[in-house]
């Protein structure tokens, strides 16, 4: 039996509804403009949208037991890791709005999150914040810190070289990393069984020679039990752990995949595990009312509400500031890396 | 249709990604080496829609889903090509070549002359390539010049359907690693509109167009453009309204960048001195220098102007505003070449 706190249940509570509630709202925001015909480079938010309802349990579950110092590398579907691990909303929502004020100022966009406040981190290609994580764990190591770095990826990614080395990297160098995949049964179109060779992806620890788990149920406070121990065996500076846990995807891969690969039954079946529903009734069982809930509920939708009004708001970049920010030092010609002559005076060298 | 070219007649008009696709179920069919390995490329018939249809003719053992292991399969397409079969795979994205790239330009590209041509590679490594849908730093680049840069690779980059046909015939046929790179927007894909040109009349028996011939998609006598893929179709319109000028552009349409035509840019220059070079891959050390290089080698004397349109040597953004600032448009073509009409 879990010994979790109720006021941490009730966060993480808070936390999913605000990233389904953000995940709707930005879905209708992404359909808006592209009507009649869905054109991707139109409306308020172009380009890829993939979406993460149906994944909270992990976000939240896993995040709850991290501080701000705490690296979180993401995939291309980040909302719900980035709501749970405190990225600051409003700046994060202009980022997908592309507008000036966004995280990265309109440049990064959806799957290219940063908020360096909150050591949080997302990239598009395949298993690549993988490597940056244990990068992250080996910088904790050496300075002789106690935080952890976590990173998520889906069960798609399980295949990747990055990975794969990442996890024998961060087993070798004993580092305080944190693997957490997303096992929601697809790859877009690819069904685990087609591409991968097991069905539980924390068996890939086993050949690392690191702890493996797998949460099989959409239950957040069992997500939330099994990432207790595997933070705190890195926080305690026992290495790595690998942590698979079941979510599912409610929507399509990204906005506009009309899934027809899809049947009709995988895609109810995802529809009714409803880890939200389940997080209620276990607050319940903990006398937590319906009245506390929809409190918590109207917090979560008005913070989501709030963000997008903001980010809706703030203007669009100046096209001349695409030219800004390839390296964080402009190069200007020739950079100087030797002292002067005037500087390095009579001494020997 | 295009200068050179004939259609054989036909009123049949096919998307590009209809026309790729006819020429590999063609191939197919003819023969059982080769096979199409690519990640969602069955059920789903490609992101892009390169493989729609494949699954249905030729089953899962053909059209073959593939984990997401780059290094992987691209390596095994090496290692069945090097085994005599021909396998086609395919990167969803070109972005995503960094994960493969070992296998593509250390094995796939030199394994023919490490072998001092005892060994021979043909395959075809094809992907989605390309930006203005607002798709970001790593998934809207063409990477152009990266492939034609590293030797080994013949490299295609088709711009209308009927290209797009031929030049896969010739890829499959072809006895070496050829990279078939094609361009998102150009597809005619539903949720990605594709502008007028691509769709063309394609001739439903087998052809190929041979590697190395640019064609001149518009005579012209004043300006020489030289480009390729979607590019094609932004020189044509700022063509079509510079001719309401009075100035006649000749647009010489690359279709493979290795081997490359330098004959034709060579011939297209001597006859109107300017020359405006347009690409969307990034600027520097790429595609519209080596162009630029080709004609001042030999032809310097014929050459008295020369610009070049390209995407600034910056990661492609996201934002509306800063996507269509560096991706060359329409207005830059026709600034470029009224730059070099001025510059006497
Ligand atoms: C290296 C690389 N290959 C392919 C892709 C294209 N791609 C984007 S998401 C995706 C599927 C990922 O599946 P999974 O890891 O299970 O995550 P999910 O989308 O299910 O959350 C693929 C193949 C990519 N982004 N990077
Ligand atoms: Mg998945």
Redesign the pocket.
Known sequence: MSMVAVSELQEMYEHMVAARHYEERLQEEYLEGKQPAFDISAGPIPGEL?LAAG?EASGAGVCQHLRDDDTVTA???PHHVAIAKGVDLERMTAEIFGRETGLSKGKGGHMHLFDPDVNFACS?????GCPPAVGAGLAAKKRNTDSVAVAF?????ID?GAFLESLNLASVQNLPVVFVI?D?D???SMPKDRVTDVENGAQRAEGFDLPGTRVDSDDAVAVYDAAGEAIGRARDRNGPSLLEVQVH?RMG?FMGDAEGYRSDEDQEAAAQRDSIDRLAGTLRAHDVGGEALEELRERARNRVEGAIEWAKDQPEPDPESAYEDVFSTPPSGVTETAPSAADSGGEDR | MTEGETDGGTDRSLTMSRAMVEAIAHEMRESNDVFYMG??IADYGGIFDSTEGLLDEFGHDRVMDVP?S?TAYIGAAVGAAQAGMRPIAEL??VD?FG?GMDQIYNQMAKNTYMSGGAVSVPMVLTAAVGGTYNDAAQHSQTLYGTFAHLPGMKVVVPSTAYDAKGLMHNAIRDDDPVVYLFHKRLMGIGWLPAPDGPKTNVPEDEYTIPFGRADIKRDGADVTVVTLGLHVHRALEAAESLADDGIDVEIVDLRTLVPLDTETIRDSVSKTGRLVVVDEDYRSYGVTSEVIASVAEDGLADLDAVERVALPDVPIPYARPLEDEVIPDTDDITTAVHSVLSDE
């Open positions: 993939h994944h995939p291309h579907r598009g290609i395949i298993a690549e990826l889906g069960e798609g990614a990747q997303e929601n697809w790859a877009i995807r891969h | 990640e969602d997401i780059e969803m994205f995503f994960v």
